[in-house]
C-alpha cells in the first residue's frame, strides 16, 4: 500500500524557513503524478497551500504567494516545500497528496510547522 510521508516539520520563530520533504518510498507515485501540500490549523478545514504538475507547472494559494515554492525531484521522487518569511498563521500540520484532486487513501501522518511570534 502507497503511503505519503511528510517530514520537516518543527517549531521556527516568525521570519524563519523550512524546507519540508513529500516522498512515497517504494513507489513511483509522486514521479509520475501532479502532487500537492495540503495544511490543516486547529479548529479549521484542510486547504490547499500549493501544487505542482509533472511538468512543473505551480500553483500556489494567495496568502503564500511569494513565501513558499514548491518543487520536485524526480531522480529522488520528492516534492518540496520551501517556507521561507514564515508567520504564525501558517502554523498548522502539513500533509501531501495528489493534486488538485487529494485522494483518502494517500493521507499520511503529516507534520507540525509551528511559527512563533
Do not use: H
Not at 513529500?22 to 479548529?43: E, F, K, N
Not at 504538475?53 to 520528492?78: L, P
Not at 501558517?90 to 488538485?100: G, I, K, Q
Amino acid at each position: 500500500q502507497v503511503q505519503m510521508v511528510e517530514s520537516g516539520g518543527g517549531l521556527v520563530q516568525a521570519g524563519g524557513s523550512l524546507r519540508l520533504s513529500c516522498a512515497a518510498p517504494g513507489s513511483i507515485l509522486i514521479r509520475i503524478r501532479a502532487v500537492g501540500w495540503y495544511r490543516q490549523a486547529p479548529g479549521k478545514q484542510r486547504e490547499l497551500v500549493a501544487g505542482i504538475t509533472v511538468g512543473g507547472s505551480t500553483n500556489y494559494a494567495d496568502s503564500v504567494k511569494g513565501r513558499f515554492t514548491i518543487s520536485r525531484d524526480n531522480v529522488k521522487n520528492t516534492v518540496y516545500l520551501q517556507m521561507n518569511s514564515l508567520k504564525p498563521e501558517d502554523t498548522a500540520v502539513y500533509y501531501c497528496n495528489l493534486f488538485p484532486t487529494p485522494l483518502d487513501r494517500y493521507w499520511g501522518q503529516g507534520t507540525q510547522v509551528t511559527v512563533s511570534s
